[in-house]
């Protein structure tokens, strides 16, 4: 069983460092090679150099190669020595064809590097920490520093990627997030734009002070939700493991329909996710939610399946589709804290 308390971090990223980039689910396709490129140079003058993979400035059926291709690509950059970090452009929708292609255990013995994204790249994520035993970012993805300029709270990244080991990497949450973002593909170089209030919310309604702390772990429900079950998907063992120190589990939501959310989080409860959780941190819903009183909306969804849980529930932080996002380390021992609808996040890198 993976004892969280040797998950291994890799080392601080330093100006000079080498970056690849591979595309392990969608590809970029030629309408927005522009904005890859702004991005790629975006890594180039905080003075890193950059390897572009065979697997990334394409897109065939849905991915940007073949399973076996993007596999093979992906083993080669995180177990290649000259290689600091894996950056890759953003997620998609089938990293899971990549699961029996990775071995994890032979990772397990190699030296730790930075993996960091959102959204399927989560598909990676928990086995890389779970099973590897490597400190995993789920955060901004590299397509977000195309922008011309970057916010504050996705910015936050690079003071993660090179903080020194055995510090406390501190965040807050967002003033306001982006609903609805710029096109692209006609403004390649856009900003964030956002237009709403960020307001963190107690799933038990109270406004009051509330405090947390346990190993974080957790990613896309979308993807993660196909996992439970699975030697890829054993989140149980982590909160075991975890032991006093407990674990929080935090989720988002990209395109669940409310019932499909319902299904996905009663499967987690059925498989053990939430047994002995110190707390559980949703992300914004960035799926279309049903908004008649007579419909099951989101948070019919989330109180389906969460009110028997045993331990606090914030909903609407700043994770997954609905940018800015915080940047969360898997493994990273947090300590969260509540108040009057904002918060704040310390993860402690060692």
């Not at 989720?251 to 996905?264: C, D, G, I, S």
Request: charged share 20%.
């Amino acid at each position: 069983m993976l004892n969280p308390q040797t998950l291994r971090f890799p080392k601080p990223l330093a100006a000079g460092d080498l970056i690849a980039v591979t595309a392990p689910s969608s590809g970029v396709p030629a309408a927005l090679h522009s904005r890859l490129d702004l991005a790629i140079a975006a890594l180039k003058q905080r003075g890193f150099r950059v390897l572009e993979g065979e697997c990334l400035r394409q897109q065939i059926r849905g991915a940007s190669t073949t399973p076996r291709q993007r596999a093979d690509e992906l083993m080669a950059f995180l177990t290649a020595p000259e290689i600091a970090a894996v950056m890759p452009p953003w997620g998609g929708n089938l990293a899971i064809e990549l699961l029996d292609l990775i071995d994890f255990n032979a990772l397990a013995s190699s030296p730790a590097k930075w993996f960091s994204g959102f959204s399927d790249l989560s598909t990676l994520h928990l086995p890389l920490t779970t099973i590897a035993g490597w400190a995993t970012v789920h955060g901004p993805n590299l397509m977000q520093f195309g922008a011309s300029a970057v916010d504050e709270t996705t910015a936050g990244l690079w003071a993660l990627l090179t903080a020194p080991r055995d510090t406390d990497f501190h965040q807050r949450s967002s003033l306001a997030f982006e609903r609805v973002g710029a096109d692209w593909k006609t403004n390649p170089g856009a900003n964030l734009v956002a237009g709403d209030k960020t307001q963190w919310k107690r799933l038990d309604d109270a406004d009051a002070l509330l405090r947390m702390q346990g190993r974080l772990i957790g990613g896309c429900l979308d993807t993660l939700s196909r996992l439970a079950g699975t030697r890829y998907g054993n989140v149980p063992a982590f909160i075991a493991s975890s032991g006093n120190e407990g674990t929080l589990l935090y989720l988002e939501n990209a395109e669940l329909t409310p019932f499909e959310v319902a299904r996905a989080l009663h499967c987690l409860r059925m498989n053990g996710w939430f047994d002995g959780l110190h707390g559980i941190l949703l992300g914004r819903n960035a799926a279309p939610n049903n908004s008649s009183s007579d419909d099951f909306t989101y948070m019919d969804a989330v109180h389906s399946a969460l009110n028997r849980v045993y331990c606090p529930v914030l909903y609407d932080l700043d994770i997954g589709h609905l940018p800015p996002q915080l940047s969360l380390v898997n493994g990273a021992l947090a300590k969260v804290e509540f108040a009057a609808g904002s918060g704040e996040i310390t993860q402690h890198l060692r």
